[in-house]
């Protein structure tokens, strides 16, 4: 049975930090990718960073530069590092695990999922 359980959301002001953490228990292998997602009221869910079993990363084009995701393979845990917070970051965020080693953002190739945490950014 594999478990992802997120944490760090917050309510933040524009233009601050947070870091995310999602911790994987079970079988989640260090060759899968892991991947942030975020999800706004009335908005479809969107792929964030993504980061493969080599730690090589990929990003939305909204978060480049000001998101980083990272990964310590010996405590299970993928990290989302968010700076320079925008009142349009507000959404719940979810961490994802699949079985490919190459980062990505499609959805459909993720099979494991957390329950999220809530990031709310106000001005």
């Known amino acids: 049975q594999v478990q992802l359980v997120e944490s760090g959301g917050d309510s933040v002001q524009t233009g601050g930090s947070l870091r995310l953490s999602c911790l994987a228990s079970?079988?989640?292998?260090?060759?899968?990718?892991v991947a942030w997602f975020r999800q706004a009221p009335g908005r479809e869910r969107e792929g964030v960073a993504s980061?493969?079993?080599?730690?090589?990363?990929k990003y939305a084009t909204s978060v480049k530069g000001r998101f980083t995701i990272s990964r310590d393979h010996a405590k299970n845990t993928v990290f989302l590092q968010m700076n320079s917070i925008k009142v349009g970051n507000t959404a719940m965020y979810y961490c994802?695990?699949?079985?490919?080693?190459?980062?990505?953002?499609?959805?459909?190739?993720?099979?494991?999922w957390g329950q999220g945490t809530q990031v709310t950014v106000s001005s």
């Open positions: 079970g079988s989640v292998a260090s060759g899968y990718s």
């Open positions: 994802a695990a699949g079985p490919y080693g190459n980062p990505g953002l499609d959805e459909r190739d993720f099979l494991f």
């Open positions: 980061i493969g079993s080599e730690l090589n990363t």
